[in-house]
């Protein structure tokens, strides 16, 4: 029986296995990581890639390993560390440095051998164990589990735009979408008005293919997508002070900077509207018709787009992650979960004896960057701070 099993290998996942090998004692050949990609962080590398985006928008001191320095030791000493590897303010990582960075935490704590390919489709809590059955037929055993599955999985359509079915309307966040250089050549609408929406209309923008972007709102600037009051005590205090689920989750929704991006993307956006290579339409696309070549679309303003390609970058569904696996879970086991039916855990993260949760799923006790690599953290310090007799 393995002493830990985390489900899902991406950026939360990693992390806690990082900081539970690293700092906890647990010993590597005691603890697995369950994710159907190919390799750990697979969803975080097709996402971040889908935007374009060159650098993260969080600072350095945000990273996968133990010791918040270590990114910034990992460029090298100030005055020989190779150009571009950061980005002001706050020293934001390039997307390639960071992903550098990555494969260093990954392979600094052989977390490479501990991925077990799957993915979980049941959950079984025993007396003195966890089953987790995955869709390749494997029964895994364990003393406890981090539930670490995210919400990547689950990209956010609107209800315009079908599913997929058609082939030129695709998610930038759905499985296998890549940014492909011949889309710079046609023309686009990006729908959405946050950082992704942004970063995609500039990637394409380089070509000679105009691009639209359609947004319910007007272009909005924050540095971040939460105040970084939230991730210590000035704001957090009164958070933990509120027992209310409900008013926890208005403080989330308040606290969340939603469909916003850093001074830097906005410049680049002014930038590319005045130079005519991006129009930013403050509406709502209200009909499609179907099937036809160019896509033909009307927006609430009353104007009529024509394009070759329709690029959804409405992030992800607000829903609560893990889909029928979690729905299950929570039916068999009678775990609590909030009137927005996201779980209610205690101060480490544990939504019973055995089950550990992170990132969204934690997010009513760890507040509004629970989702973010901040969140991670904080969410390895919860659980590596419940002390259990792990090893
Ligand atoms: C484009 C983009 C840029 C971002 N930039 C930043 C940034 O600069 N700074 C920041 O702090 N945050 C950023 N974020 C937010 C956040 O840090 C990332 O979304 C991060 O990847 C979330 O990590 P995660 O581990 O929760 O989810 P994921 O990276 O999605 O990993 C979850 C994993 O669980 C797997 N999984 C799901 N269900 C199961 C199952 N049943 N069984 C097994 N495995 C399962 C998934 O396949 C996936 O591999 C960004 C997000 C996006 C999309």
Same mark, same amino acid.
């Given at each position: 029986?393995?002493?830990?099993?985390?489900i899902?290998?991406?950026?939360?996942?990693?992390?806690?296995?990082?900081r539970?090998?690293?700092?906890?004692?647990?010993?590597?050949?005691?603890?697995r990581?369950?994710?159907?990609?190919?390799?750990?962080l697979?969803?975080?590398?097709?996402?971040?890639?889908?935007?374009?985006?060159?650098?993260?928008?969080s600072?350095?001191?945000?990273?996968?390993?133990l010791?918040?320095?270590?990114?910034?030791?990992?460029?090298g000493?100030?005055l020989?560390?190779?150009?571009?590897?950061?980005?002001?303010?706050?020293?934001?990582?390039?997307?390639?440095f960071?992903?550098?960075?990555?494969?260093?935490?990954?392979?600094?704590?052989?977390?490479?051998?501990?991925?077990?390919?799957?993915?979980?489709?049941?959950?079984?809590?025993?007396?003195?164990?966890?089953?987790?059955?995955?869709?390749?037929?494997?029964?895994?055993?364990?003393?406890?589990?981090?539930?670490?599955?995210?919400?990547?999985d689950?990209?956010?359509?609107?209800a315009?735009?079908?599913?997929?079915?058609?082939?030129?309307?695709?998610?930038?966040?759905?499985?296998?979408?890549?940014?492909?250089e011949?889309?710079?050549?046609?023309q686009?609408?990006?729908?959405?008005?946050?950082?992704?929406?942004?970063?995609?209309?500039?990637?394409?923008?380089?070509?000679e293919?105009?691009?639209?972007?359609?947004?319910?709102?007007?272009?909005?600037?924050?540095?971040?997508?939460?105040?970084?009051?939230?991730?210590?005590p000035?704001?957090?205090?009164?958070?933990?002070?509120?027992?209310?689920?409900?008013?926890?989750?208005?403080?989330?929704?308040?606290?969340?900077?939603?469909?916003?991006?850093?001074?830097?993307?906005?410049?680049?956006?002014?930038?590319a509207?005045?130079?005519?290579?991006?129009?930013?339409?403050r509406?709502?696309?209200c009909? &499609?018709?179907p !099937?036809? /070549?160019p896509l $033909?679309?009307?927006?609430?303003?009353?104007? @009529? =787009?024509?394009? *070759?390609?329709? #690029? &959804?970058?409405? !992030?992800? /569904?607000?829903? $609560?992650?893990?889909?029928?696996?979690?729905? @299950? =879970?929570?039916? *068999?086991?009678? #775990?609590p979960?909030?009137?927005?039916?996201?779980?209610?855990?205690?101060?480490?993260?544990r939504?019973?004896?055995?089950?550990?949760?992170?990132?969204?799923?934690?997010?009513?006790?760890l507040?509004?960057?629970?989702?973010?690599?901040?969140?991670a953290r904080?969410?390895?310090?919860?659980?590596?701070?419940?002390?259990?007799?792990?090893?």
């Amino acid at each position: 029986m393995l002493g830990w099993l985390i489900i899902g290998g991406g950026i939360h996942g990693a992390h806690i296995a990082a900081r539970l090998i690293g700092e906890a004692g647990v010993l590597p050949g005691r603890l697995r990581i369950l994710d159907p990609g190919v390799r750990l962080l697979e969803r975080w590398n097709a996402c971040s890639a889908a935007t374009g985006m060159r650098h993260l928008r969080s600072p350095a001191v945000h990273h996968l390993d133990l010791d918040p320095a270590s990114l910034d030791r990992f460029a090298g000493t100030p005055l020989r560390r190779a150009p571009g590897l950061f980005a002001h303010p706050y020293a934001r990582p390039s997307l390639a440095f960071f992903n550098e960075h990555c494969d260093h935490v990954i392979a600094t704590y052989g977390l490479a051998a501990l991925h077990v390919h799957g993915r979980a489709e049941r959950i079984e809590l025993n007396r003195d164990r966890v089953l987790v059955r995955t869709n390749e037929g494997r029964t895994l055993s364990a003393a406890r589990i981090v539930l670490a599955m995210g919400s990547s999985d689950q990209p956010a359509w609107p209800a315009w735009a079908g599913r997929g079915e058609d082939p030129c309307i695709r998610h930038v966040f759905a499985l296998g979408f890549r940014l492909a250089e011949g889309m710079r050549r046609k023309q686009v609408i990006v729908v959405g008005g946050g950082i992704s929406a942004v970063q995609v209309a500039l990637w394409l923008a380089v070509g000679e293919g105009r691009v639209h972007i359609v947004c319910r709102h007007a272009p909005r600037e924050h540095q971040f997508d939460t105040d970084p009051g939230w991730l210590g005590p000035k704001l957090m205090r009164g958070f933990q002070r509120d027992r209310d689920p409900e008013r926890r989750r208005a403080l989330i929704g308040e606290a969340r900077h939603r469909g916003s991006m850093p001074a830097d993307v906005m410049d680049a956006l002014r930038r590319a509207i005045s130079a005519g290579k991006i129009q930013w339409h403050r509406s709502e696309v209200c009909a &499609l018709r179907p !099937g036809s /070549e160019p896509l $033909r679309v009307r927006l609430s303003s009353g104007i @009529r =787009l024509s394009a *070759d390609r329709i #690029l &959804l970058a409405t !992030g992800f /569904e607000t829903k $609560r992650p893990g889909g029928l696996l979690v729905d @299950r =879970l929570i039916e *068999d086991a009678a #775990l609590p979960c909030a009137a927005c039916g996201y779980p209610l855990v205690d101060e480490h993260l544990r939504w019973h004896p055995r089950v550990f949760t992170t990132g969204p799923l934690a997010e009513l006790e760890l507040g509004p960057a629970a989702r973010n690599i901040a969140g991670a953290r904080r969410a390895a310090d919860r659980i590596v701070a419940s002390r259990p007799s792990w090893v």
